[in-house]
C-alpha cells in the first residue's frame, strides 16, 4: 500500500502548481492518481472519501500547506495473531 500512497503523492506534486492557483487553502481528495474533488473542510473531504472509496487508500491534503510526516510507528502496526503488516 506504501507505492498506492506514493503515487497520489507524486500525482499532487504534479498537480501542484495549478492547484496552489486555483485553490489555495482548499482541501482535495486524490484517489487512483486523479483529482476528485476540492472542499472547504478536511472533514468534507474526510466524509466523502470514506463514502465513495472505504477505507482508501486515498489522499486528503490542504493546497499550500507543508506536508504532514508521520513516524512509522504510527503508521503501521501489526495486526494481532498475525504477521502481517496493517495501516492504523
Do not use: C
Request: net charge negative; aromatic share 8%.
Amino acid at each position: 500500500m506504501p507505492d498506492v500512497l506514493d503515487n497520489e503523492l507524486a500525482a499532487y506534486e504534479a498537480m501542484r502548481n495549478d492547484l496552489e492557483a486555483h485553490h489555495m487553502g482548499k482541501w482535495v481528495l486524490i484517489h487512483d492518481e486523479q483529482l476528485v474533488a476540492t472542499y472547504d473542510s478536511f472533514e468534507g473531504a474526510a466524509n466523502s472519501a470514506v463514502e465513495h472509496f472505504g477505507r482508501g487508500p486515498y489522499l486528503i491534503r490542504q493546497v499550500g500547506a507543508p506536508p504532514i510526516v508521520l513516524p512509522a510507528s504510527v503508521m503501521y502496526g501489526r495486526s494481532h495473531g498475525s504477521d502481517k503488516m496493517r495501516i492504523r
